[in-house]
Structure formats: structure tokens, C-alpha cells
């Protein structure tokens, strides 16, 4: 019972089926949003209007289709196509290579006419043609009037290295559902933050306690006005609050400390500060109500004799400067720091208080996964190596002399005219 089990598990149709029921799965998980709130199915997947006619809301939370890569049964294909691959290698690769590094030795004639390259030579020196043979870095075997060559073996270890390192890819998918954890923080500059809102955690991951601190938060502009690069000075603090490590972020540069990595990915304006005549700080808040210009901001500022009356500051950058309009929309002008703007008394703009937006994540199984990709490549480049194999005869006067090859048929045809010429 247990040989059939495993002969049905290394079995090459089951491990296809178990491969379409993870692409499968995996479709299904990039077509439905993942880790979404129920009110957002709700929305999008209403009971009255199904997706496919069949898939509503309460259909994809029974079946855990809001966290795929998470669910259990995801989890299972994973650990049966391991399984599979793992019987494969060692209950068929394992032992072909075992069989391929035998002396397969041709002691009748019969098996020459089946070869696709194959000859017989009259009145040849057998001699030269193992010294031709020889000179090509063939294994040479030799018993009475029979020789079995063959090179390049090391090229049929190449599928045992393969299924190897999709073991190590699956091994570190399943590390990085169970470990892993993503969250987003959106820090104002100079604040210090805790890792708070996560967005997806693995059931047996633990989230850091680690404080850090947002230092400054500036953008870079090109010639015409377009963004360049977002940069956070962010340091990583200690239980006592001192700092043990500081870095400057971008985009797609992160902070990396014990394995949580710091990504840069968004920005937001919360507010202006301005410094009154008596010399007291005075902030209001920005807010952004246009749908279709997201990085735009707005306040309101009131003279203080009446509410319809004031100026509306408006900004979209952080170059240093907002453009005045008054309460009938008309521009006024711009504003830039260290500048002073009259409404009921004069006011200085001192700052455009900015945040930034960071992602924070750990997978432990990426270089578990990074392993695997090297052996995949590795094998890659160990598969274009040939695997050629050659018989000779040596009859009273004849030699039939024949061989095969799984790759590069043309070369290994001008290299056996070479041995027979």
C-alpha cells in the first residue's frame, strides 16, 4: 500500500495536476483582491450581482479567497506538489542516474540498427578509433570485444538539481505565510512610531516592538516639475531610545534591521505652520478633497470677522511654496517659506509639515526562495551540457560503431564522423 501511495505521489500526471491546481488557485488570488476588508466585498462582490454569476462576497470569505496564499488547503497543494517532486527525484531521477552510470555494453549486433546514428566500418583500426574517442573526453569501457563510451553525465543530474530547488522555493513560500508579516505607517516628519497598522501577518508571526523615528522627509523635483525621488532619514531605536541605526530611504533602497525591511512608498501633506505677529505658532490642517488629482491639498484661512471671508491656500508639491486664491477663487499668488501673508494680522509661513508613508515587512523564507532561484539557475546552465553515449563491436572483420545523444544532434553527428572518417 505504502509503494503505491508513494508511485502515486512521484508519478509525473499527478504532480501536473497538483501544479494547474496551484495555478489555478493562484489565478484566482490575483483576480480577487487579497486581505481586503468584508465591506470592501461587499462592494465589489454584492450578493445581487455576483462575479461570474456564481462568486458573491460571502462565498469568497467561506472559502478564504480574501487570503489564498494563506489558507490551509493552499497550504496543502504546496506541501503534496513538495511531496511529489521529492518521491520523483528519488524513486526515478535518483535511479536513472544510477542506471545511466552503468556499462550498457551492446553484445549483439541488432541494437546498432535502431540507433539513429549508427555505421560499419571495413578494414578500420579499432585502436584509432578508441584513441579518437578517447581525445574527446569520453569514459571509455572496455570488455573483451565490446566498448561502451560516454560523457557529459554530470548534465543528467540537472533535473534532480531542478526539482531540488522548487522544494527550497516551496519550503520558502510556506516560511514566509506562516513568519511574514506587511504593515503601512504613514509618520509625520520628526515623530516616532511603532509598528501598529498591519495589513497581513502569518499565523505564527511576531511583530517587532522596535521604535523608530522619522528624521526629515524631502522629495527631489526635475526640470519640469515632476517628481524624482522620495527620500526618509529614518533612524531605528533601542528599547531606551537611543539610536543604533540610521539610514536615508528611496524607493526601492530600504533600511534593513533584523530582517524588517523599511520601504519607502508614499508621501502626504497634514498641515501649515505659521508664526504670528506675537510670535506664537499657529497650524491648520490640509486636507485633500479632489478624486481626481490625489497629491493636491487645501486649507481654509478665515479673517476671524466672518466665515465667508478669507483666503484659500492650495499646494501639490514640496517645493517650498502654496498658491494663494480668495473666496470668490480668484488667484492671488504664491506663498513661500520664511514669506509673510496679511489676512487680520500678518502671518509667516514657516513649514509645510509632511509625512511620510513607509512600508514595513519581513519574509524570512526570501532567501530560502533566493536559494532556490541560484540552484534553478545552476541546473539551467548544467542541462545545456550533452549527454552522448557510444557502442562499438569489434568483429573479425567488421566494426559496427553507433551512438545517441538527448541534445545537440548536429554536433554529436560531425563529432562521430570524426571517429569513423
Sequence with gaps: MKQKVFRLLADLRFSIFILLL??????????????????????NYPLNNPLFGFLSWDLIIKLGLDHVYKTWWFLTLIVLFGCSLT?????????????????????????????????????SSFNQI????????????????????YKGLIGRIAP??????????????????????????????TE??????????????IISRTSARVNDFWITYTKTKTISQFYSDISILNSKGNETTRKTIYVNHPLIQNNIYYYQTDWNLIG????????????????NTFENQNKVWLTWISNNKSSNDGIILII???????????????????????????????????EIISSTGLQIKTDPGIPVIYLGFFFLMISTLI????????????TDKQIFIGGNTNRAVFDFELEFLKFVK
Design 22 to 43: 496551484i495555478s489555478f488557485c493562484s489565478i484566482a488570488g490575483t483576480i480577487i483582491e487579497q486581505d481586503q476588508t468584508i465591506e470592501a466585498y461587499k462592494i
Design 87 to 123: 518521491l520523483c527525484s528519488f524513486l526515478q531521477q535518483v535511479p536513472s542516474l544510477k542506471i545511466a552510470r552503468r556499462c550498457q555494453f551492446f553484445r549483439t549486433t541488432s541494437p546498432f540498427y535502431r540507433l539513429k546514428i549508427s555505421t560499419i566500418l571495413n578494414n
Design 130 to 149: 578508441l584513441s579518437r574517442i578517447k581525445n574527446q573526453q569520453y569514459s571509455i569501457f572496455h570488455q573483451k570485444n565490446m566498448v561502451y563510451c
Design 160 to 189: 534532480i538539481i531542478v526539482h531540488f530547488s522548487m522544494i527550497l522555493i516551496l519550503i520558502g513560500t510556506i516560511i514566509g505565510s506562516l513568519f511574514g508579516f506587511k504593515a503601512q505607517e504613514i509618520v509625520p516628519k
Design 192 to 205: 516616532t512610531f511603532h509598528i501598529q497598522n498591519i495589513l497581513t501577518n502569518g499565523p505564527v508571526s
Design 272 to 287: 501649515l505652520r505659521f508664526q504670528n505677529s506675537a510670535k506664537q505658532i499657529v497650524e491648520y490642517p490640509l486636507i
Design 316 to 350: 501639490n508639491n514640496l517645493e517650498g511654496y502654496c498658491s494663494i486664491y480668495n473666496n470668490k477663487g480668484q488667484f492671488l499668488g504664491n506663498l513661500e517659506l520664511n514669506e509673510m501673508v496679511n489676512i487680520l494680522e500678518p502671518m509667516t509661513l514657516l
Design 383 to 394: 542541462s545545456y551540457i550533452t549527454y552522448s553515449q557510444v557502442w562499438m563491436i569489434n
